[in-house]
């Protein structure tokens, strides 16, 4: 075998191992959106109240994750992926007030009030009917007492209570300290157990 | 209540609270679930062409202007009028982020739909029924 051959078979094997490398980083990271979008989903639409617009902002995080941090640390995704979409749902909620601004120069109202839980319920899942009313009530009314926190307690709680991020995690996801987020965490606790009540449990 | 009962509490409150969640997960709709795998698959083709959009070369286009800008006044080829610098620089952050791209977009819907509700009232008959 001349060098030239030799030059040429490396290349082929470099080229090849790349091609499997971006396979495997593929296969993982359609693994890592399976798992996490469904909870991502119900995470922003409880924040934005919009399914559509959840679903929206869902997939701009993941496009952001696969262009920017692909080659990143499977273990830094999930932090990754929840500080990209706390982010833009910050965003979104600006452009809210922004629009909401707007529609009031234009002489109209608010054109959100139509969202409508019950149309926006999940499927039944195998519980009889009052089972299945009780859940989605003492759902609707966390998700309602979850929407009037403030902006940081809410994102607190939601990435340790339902991602089940811990505090490290969490406060990598929310760009703050870990202090922070425990402050966060247990205020919010706090004021949704109070403002729920304790028939809830 | 002491510290020991309380945190004992807040864990079974988020304990139920996670249980709800859960639930409400699994009981997403198929149409919804299509839609986020819809959604996977868009973020995945990402990553195989690796693609990039012309606002992610917004910032450095800002900086290369900045610099140009910087050398001009240096060299002292221009005269710079008297401004008010941190509100230029302000103005001109919001401007060049995308989202305030996204936003002026928006605005432009919303002054269409304004325009096109006016005209659909302007053009219906008086009795449009049937």
């Given amino acids: 075998m001349n060098a030239y051959t030799a030059s040429f078979a490396v290349s082929c094997f470099a080229s090849d191992r790349k091609g499997v490398d971006t396979l495997q980083r593929e296969a993982r990271l359609n693994g890592f959106f ?35 941090y692909a080659d990143r640390p499977d273990d830094e995704w999930t932090p990754l992926f929840y500080r990209i979409l706390q982010n833009r749902i910050r965003d979104w909620q600006r452009r809210q007030v922004v629009r909401n601004r707007v529609m009031v120069f234009f002489g109209r109202g608010k054109e ?48 340790r209570t339902f991602e089940g991020l811990n505090v490290a995690g969490t406060a990598n996801a929310m760009g703050c300290s870990e202090g922070s987020v425990k402050t ?18 | 209540m002491n510290k020991r009962n309380k945190t004992t509490a807040d864990d079974a409150f988020a304990e139920r609270a996670k249980h709800l ?19 996977r698959q868009a973020a995945l083709a990402e990553l195989q062409s690796g693609g990039r959009r012309w606002t992610q070369w917004v910032p450095a286009g800002g900086v290369a202007v900045a610099a140009v800008a910087a050398l001009v ?21 919001i401007l060049l982020t995308e989202d305030s791209l996204e936003m002026l977009e928006d605005l432009e819907f919303y002054s269409w739909i304004d325009l ?7 053009d219906l008959p008086a009795n449009n029924v049937g």
């Fill in chain 1, 34 to 68: 399976a798992d996490i979008e469904k909870r991502a989903l119900r995470i922003a639409e409880i924040s934005i109240r919009d399914r559509d617009e959840a679903l929206d902002l869902g997939q701009d995080a993941m496009i952001k994750l696969a262009r920017n």
């Fill in chain 2, 73 to 93: 006044v240096w060299t002292g080829s221009l005269q710079v009028p008297d401004l008010d610098v941190p509100a230029v620089a302000s103005d001109m952050e």
């Fill in chain 2, 116 to 122: 096109d509700a006016e005209t659909i009232e302007t």
């Fill in chain 1, 112 to 159: 959100d009030e139509d969202y409508d839980p019950i149309a926006a319920a999940p499927d039944p899942a195998g519980r009889t009917p009052d089972e299945e009313l009780q859940s989605h009530e003492a759902m609707e009314s966390l998700e309602e007492a979850i929407g009037a926190l403030p902006g940081r307690q809410r994102e607190a709680f939601m990435l």
């Fill in chain 2, 21 to 39: 969640f859960d639930e409400s997960v699994d009981g997403l709709d198929g149409e919804t679930r299509s839609k986020l795998n819809r959604g």
């Fill in chain 1, 184 to 201: 966060h965490y247990s205020r919010a606790i706090h004021s949704l157990r109070e403002t729920l009540g304790e028939h809830w449990q």
